[in-house]
């Protein structure tokens, strides 16, 4: 059994490796330098930073000192960048007013916002409290709430706003137009991107090391491995090699660790028993271990020898059935690692919060880091996003919290991610329905921040089919399962069942892609909104007849009938059905002059299964025969419509302009009247003060 003295012996005898910095920077000169320099130094150091602990009559824990890790490898990093003193560059940039135009606050679990009534776009448009504090909103009307984490403070978006989308501290970033800012020279510029190609490629690696059993980070020579082994009742523990390897860890090497994670199954009460009968731990210890792993989503709840780790695993996971009756709930997940495995994790971490503050600091790092993220690499962002549900709380906020600060900080970079997270939205929303994460710790959430956008939310319906994808993957996930000979049939447990319940957030999805109807259209436009409302009619066809009330004769009913589950689709449901009839109002083409029914029906969308133009036609025009064989029949306008025509209409282009002129013109010299201007239209209740404009003595 391994010992606690001679681990803590071996620490004192071995050293931190050589400060490799000379090393990186002749190799950059050379054109030499590669990522698996850096990453096979945050190899060789990070176990160093790795702190056994042992209290009088209590098991041994480790820790993660990060303040000397930061010193170690963080400040070299940096040292590297920005030159031999990196922290004079990142003053200059401050003091040269180097202000991003959009906050991007990322929130913690219950930080205050600020909504304002008078000039938020929609309630999804929040502050957070410095800026509220600097900006006019705080004379408005406003309301104040909790955000739930995951979100950022939408100051410096100006599509998120009526007006003032500016605080008085981000309004500056205006004046910075220029991304490529003289203090950033292109040296700069190529050793950020080796950092952040080392930095995202370790750090992907180093925390899947639990996902997937393997860890290609570390250097073949070291004699490390990670196993994750399923506990079976066939062999022994000494019989237990690890398919041959275990053999090849040294008697001091063998010390590990054993992991608990979280779900959202078990409760308070049930882990804190297991663990005080597992791990005999006392009760004070074991609710610190579950407050832990309900904050940060895991934590080392034993360390000792492999054969050790292995055997808790098995009588936690045993243990935490026993203490449920339900059939089908799984045991805790429990794992087991080497200590540097667990180095590796604890330093990704803090090097990904390195990463998110460094970005912060200009917008040439985030260009660089959004050129890199989008690469085909094993660590772009398409990994990122379908891997999300693998990790845990805190990998889970620190990868969000990154993406956050370098991707939605610039409107192209911003489009950018909303472009593969709509491609990638079917397979990640499977992944979040068949976890048991809350919705603010899954990458799904990211949607609030993308799809609110109008532009970006108006491109992703006519170029990626966004709205089509959508209600797709609802349909497919929680409605076309249930329906039977056409008409949609809820089972009695499916408001129990959690699948029903997580693809609902997809409605909400939906609302933010389909809040802001579009002012102008466009043919792509018009197709991808079509493409969505065919399945929302879909749905809408099946929804017809469900939970229909029969009179009953002959017997009386035995069971109520399940009508929860079809009240709250509806309930859902109806804010998109409303919204989805605002984009139709909005899309009204007008003719210039009377058309022939070949000309009309090329200025509709190529869609085979219209039927509907002939009878919009026949509602505000009468055809006219042609008088001679060689003419077209044309339709034109009905004279009780004239007076709602606008020949200056501010989609027409020019010559349209001029055409309906003409048109106008001919009519009205045919009856010998002028052309009079046209009616100007009701004045809204909002606006009907401005006619007092007229009354004004300035």
């Known amino acids: 059994m391994i010992r606690l003295r001679d681990i803590e012996e071996r620490q004192e005898k071995e050293s931190l490796p050589e400060n490799p910095l000379k090393s990186w920077r002749a190799k950059f000169d050379n054109n030499s330098l590669t990522t698996e320099d850096f990453i096979t130094y945050f190899n060789a150091a990070c176990p160093f930073f790795i702190i056994v602990n042992k209290e009088e009559g209590e098991t041994e824990t480790v820790t993660f000192d990060e303040q000397s890790a930061k010193g170690a490898i963080l400040d070299a990093l940096e040292d590297f960048i920005c030159g031999d003193n990196p922290q004079n560059v990142l003053d200059k940039l401050k003091s040269e007013n180097n202000v991003a135009a959009v906050c991007g606050r990322v929130f913690k679990i219950g930080e205050p916002t600020y909504c304002c009534r008078e000039c938020g776009m929609d309630p999804t448009c929040v502050l957070c409290v410095n800026c509220f504090k600097q900006s006019a909103h705080r004379h408005h009307k406003y309301k104040m709430g909790t955000s739930n984490g995951g979100g950022c403070c939408d100051c410096g978006d100006a599509e998120a706003w009526k007006r003032d989308p500016y605080c008085d501290q981000h309004i500056q970033g205006l004046t910075n137009t220029q991304i490529d800012n003289p203090v950033i020279t292109e040296r700069i510029k190529n050793a950020c991107g080796m950092v952040f190609h080392a930095v995202l490629s370790y750090c992907t690696t180093s925390l899947e090391i639990d996902c997937n059993g393997t860890m290609s980070a570390v250097d073949e020579d070291e004699d490390f491995y990670c196993t994750v082994l399923y506990n079976d009742e066939t062999h022994t523990y000494e019989q237990i090699d690890c398919n041959g390897t275990m053999s090849a860890v040294d008697e001091d090497e063998d010390f590990y660790c054993t992991v608990l994670y979280n779900d959202e199954t078990h409760t308070y009460e049930q882990v804190i028993q297991t663990l005080t009968r597992t791990v005999a731990c006392p009760h004070k210890n074991a609710v610190d271990y579950v407050t832990s792993v309900d904050r940060d989503g895991r934590a080392v709840v034993f360390c000792g020898s492999f054969a050790e780790c292995m055997r808790l695993k098995g009588e936690v996971e045993k243990q935490s059935v026993r203490n449920i009756m339900h059939a089908k709930t799984q045991p805790l997940r429990v794992t087991v690692l080497h200590k540097k495995g667990l180095s590796y994790q604890q330093f990704a971490l803090q090097l990904l919060g390195w990463l998110q503050q460094f970005l912060m600091h200009s917008a040439s790092f985030r260009k660089v880091f959004c050129d890199i993220i989008t690469m085909n690499?094993?660590?772009?962002?398409?990994?990122?996003?379908?891997?999300?549900?693998?990790?845990?709380?805190?990998?889970?906020t620190s990868w969000h919290k990154v993406l956050i600060s370098g991707m939605l900080m610039e409107y192209e970079n911003k489009k950018k991610l909303a472009v593969v997270f709509t491609k990638l939205y079917a397979s990640v929303m499977q992944d979040y329905i068949r976890d048991d994460h809350d919705h603010s710790f899954s990458i799904v959430s990211l949607s609030v921040q993308l799809f609110t956008v109008p532009t970006v939310a108006h491109h992703l319906i006519a170029h990626e089919s966004a709205f089509f994808i959508l209600m797709q993957t609802f349909y497919a996930e929680s409605v076309e399962k249930y329906v039977q000979n056409k008409v949609l049939q809820f089972a009695k447990t499916t408001i129990n069942l959690n699948v029903f319940k997580r693809a609902a957030y997809?409605?909400?999805?939906?609302?933010?892609?389909?809040?802001?109807?579009?002012?102008?259209w466009t043919d792509d436009l018009r197709k991808g909104f079509l493409h969505g409302m065919q399945i929302l009619i879909k749905l809408l066809r099946v929804?017809?007849?469900?939970?229909?009330?029969?009179?009953?004769?002959?017997?009386?009913?035995?069971?109520?009938?399940?009508?929860?589950?079809?009240?709250?689709?509806?309930?859902?449901?109806?804010?998109?059905?409303?919204?989805?009839?605002?984009?139709?109002?909005?899309?009204?083409?007008?003719?210039?002059?009377?058309f022939a029914h070949s000309e009309l029906n090329r200025t509709l969308p190529d869609i085979q299964h219209e039927t509907g133009m002939e009878n919009v036609i026949n509602a505000v025009a009468i055809f006219n025969k042609p008088a001679q064989a060689d003419r077209k029949g044309v339709y034109e306008l009905k004279p009780e419509f004239y007076d709602m025509y606008n020949m200056f209409f501010y989609h027409y282009s020019k010559e349209e302009k001029s055409k309906s002129e003409e048109a106008q013109r001919k009519r009205k010299n045919a009856k010998r009247t002028c052309c009079l201007p046209p009616k100007l239209p009701k004045l809204t209740e909002a606006f009907c003060m401005i006619a007092d404009l007229l009354q004004c003595d300035v």
């Open 543 to 594: 929804m017809q007849g469900m939970d229909a009330v029969h009179r009953q004769t002959g017997s009386h009913i035995e069971h109520e009938p399940e009508w929860e589950s079809a009240f709250n689709l509806h309930i859902k449901l109806a804010y998109v059905i409303s919204l989805a009839l605002d984009w139709c109002r909005t899309d009204k083409q007008l003719c210039i002059k009377p």
């Open 377 to 396: 690499t094993d660590y772009n962002i398409n990994h990122l996003l379908s891997n999300d549900c693998k990790l845990w709380k805190m990998a889970r």
């Open 506 to 520: 997809i409605l909400y999805d939906v609302r933010y892609l389909l809040n802001i109807a579009p002012d102008v």
